[in-house]
């Protein structure tokens, strides 16, 4: 159990497009879910915390204008990186929590996103 | 301030050869601390959660333990396919912190 998908695992675009980056709990309803930043070789770094219904909460020094997140259901959360510049390109990486097992977050994939 | 260290950063073991990754926190109001495994490219795939100090738990050749500083991850006679980095994270009432990791090889 306890299955979070991301969509798309991959994704290149151009500088100055819009890129959306889909998070899914398969199996149990996510209450919460979380957006990471990773760099090669580095620790998570947390970008924002959603709860479903309500607005995101985003860490200090992370852009809300830029990293637009919602989480408009119990199993989705969206993260879209608008007009995307190549120090956007990165590793990111959601997690949910919630249903039985409400302490531990569990993780997607992840999603590497490279901007030109 | 609170705080997640894992040492070592990064650990080359033989085949076989036991050891133990180590996570000092200085949280308050510990909620639980977390294990997870990476590997390269993917997202942390959870192992174990720990609540309370003399807790311990295990799985195949990992066993997990926690006091009120610190968390060690003790590997029994690793394989190859434990090559990972290693994170632990601590979950205070209102924060989640991860630590930097540890990379594990593990030499045939």
């Known amino acids: 159990g306890a299955v979070v998908s991301q969509h798309p695992s991959r994704v290149i675009c151009k500088s100055g497009t819009s890129v959306k980056i889909e998070c899914r709990s398969l199996?149990?309803?996510?209450?919460?879910m979380f957006w990471y930043r990773q760099f090669p070789k580095k620790s998570l770094m947390l970008m924002a915390t959603?709860?479903?219904?309500?607005?995101?909460?985003?860490e200090q020094g992370v852009e809300k204008d830029k990293f637009l997140i919602n989480h408009a259901s119990l199993t989705l959360s969206t993260l879209t990186v608008t007009s995307a510049h190549p120090e956007d390109s990165s590793f990111y990486i959601c997690?949910?929590?919630?249903?039985?097992?409400?302490?531990?977050?569990?993780f997607g994939p992840g999603t590497r996103l490279t901007v030109l | 301030e609170d705080q997640v260290t894992q040492s070592p950063e990064a650990l080359r073991l033989q085949e076989g050869e036991s050891s133990s990754l180590n996570c000092s926190y200085t949280?308050?109001?510990?909620?639980?601390l977390f294990w997870y495994r990476q590997d390269p490219g993917k997202g942390p795939e959870f192992l174990f959660t720990?609540?309370?100090a003399g807790e311990e738990k295990e799985k195949e050749r990992l066993k997990a333990t926690l006091t009120k500083k610190e968390s060690f991850l003790h590997i029994t006679a690793p394989k190859p396919e434990d090559s990972a980095t290693y994170l632990c994270?601590?979950?205070?009432?209102?924060?989640?912190?991860f630590g930097t990791g540890t990379s594990l090889t593990v030499i045939p």
């Open positions: 997690s949910a929590r919630g249903g039985l097992t409400y302490n531990e977050q569990f």
């Open positions: 199996d149990f309803q996510a209450t919460t």
């Open positions: 959603s709860n479903e219904g309500s607005k995101a909460t985003y």
């Open positions: 949280v308050s109001g510990l909620r639980g």
């Open positions: 720990l609540y309370s």
């Open positions: 994270a601590v979950q205070a009432p209102n924060q989640f912190y």
